[in-house]
């Protein structure tokens, strides 16, 4: 999936990164400002910036699924054996 949006190196890019994408590409989807999903989302506009700008460090995962079960999306964490 990572791949077909452009990234390099999809392998390397955290969960937190795909759950950024996911909420980003509904953010443009809807054509939400930042204010706006800051208000559907729960979070404060300078967070939702940062989430625009995959500015994540200070932004936890569970916040960001939060933010997208907000958004009427189901998040399933699932743990596979590699081999």
Known sequence: MLADLGFDHAEELS???VLAVK?????DKW???QTEAAHLT??????VSRVRRYKLQNISLERLMQA???????VEIVVRRVW
């Open 15 to 17: 969960v937190k990164t």
């Open 23 to 27: 909420l980003n590409e509904l953010i």
């Open 31 to 33: 054509d939400l400002s």
């Open 42 to 47: 729960g979070m404060r506009q300078p967070k």
């Open 68 to 74: 997208l079960v907000s958004l009427d999306q189901h």
